[in-house]
């Protein structure tokens, strides 16, 4: 059995965790470069913790500059075993209104001005990503956001676009309509991919702030109408994230949907033909396989 260590990414309003208890910012050097900010380390409920602003203290990162490499490989560095991420993301549905949150379970990718992967010439590496999101973590976070008080819709489709402005109308109805996305937001891929790489359990809690352009009722989405959301949405966020550690507890059983052996049959460079250099940058994130 291994220590559960849960690594919390914060998203737009999202910048500390004051729940923390012993808690220390600390610099994790990766090769990837800079993650977006220091890690806030600390304990809660006897459960090891590591806090991530992703978009950087004082929110200094655009989500097509947040270093996603960088951010995994330092949570995996520090001995994390299940991300969390928290991002605002606007809403395609009625019924995920401003201030719900959503426990997604799917992914679009439409973004493209980014790296995606850890592996690349000189180990190539093809994981499966069919359920992008881990259930048994999912479904702590729905018990956690239930407990809290917070209505919460349990299962979505997430649309990543690349930002940083928001959608046209067309892309907003074509999402919405055609697509059967149910939120929107520019930040949880390639968050998500990059954390089934590094064999993370991954869920992903989407805090609606918006309508984001298609609702007659509500005019197009500004940061402004955004920021109104944020506060409320950050305190609910908190009270969620405070309740995970007693939930999945201090010692952890292996994942039962394969998250954290997600490379077990993934690397597909012989042995002999791997690049060294490429190796030793994927210590952290791969070294249990490699
Ligand atoms: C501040 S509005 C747009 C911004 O908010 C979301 O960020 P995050 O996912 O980190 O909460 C969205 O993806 C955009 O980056
Ligand atoms: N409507 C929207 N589109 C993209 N990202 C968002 N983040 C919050 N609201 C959003």
Known sequence: MAETMIGVI???????????????????????????????????????MAFLPRHGRGHRLSPS??????????????????VISVSACGS??????????VIVDQFIDRTFAREKSFFGSGCVAHVSLGHPTCPRLGAHALAAAIDAGITVHDGGTYLAMEGPQFSTLAESRMYRESWGADVIGMTNMPEAKLAREAELCYASVAMVTDYDCWHEDHGAVEVSDIVKVLHGNAEKARALV?????????????????CDRALEHAIITAPAARDPEVLAKLAAVAGRVL
């Not at 050097?29 to 806030?40: C, H, M, V």
């Open 242 to 258: 405070s309740r995970l550690p007693a939930m999945l507890g201090a010692v952890r059983a292996p994942c039962p949907h394969g």
């Open 92 to 101: 395609f549905r009625e019924e995920m209104a401003p201030g719900d949150f």
């Open 65 to 82: 500059t947040v270093p996603y490499r960088a951010n995994i490989d330092a949570l995996k560095r520090l001995g994390v075993t299940d």
């Open 10 to 48: 914060g998203g737009s309003g999202v910048y500390d965790l004051d729940t923390l208890e012993d808690r220390k910012w600390v610099t994790v050097e990766t090769p990837w470069g800079d993650a977006s900010d220091q890690l806030l380390t600390g304990t809660l409920d006897g459960v090891r």
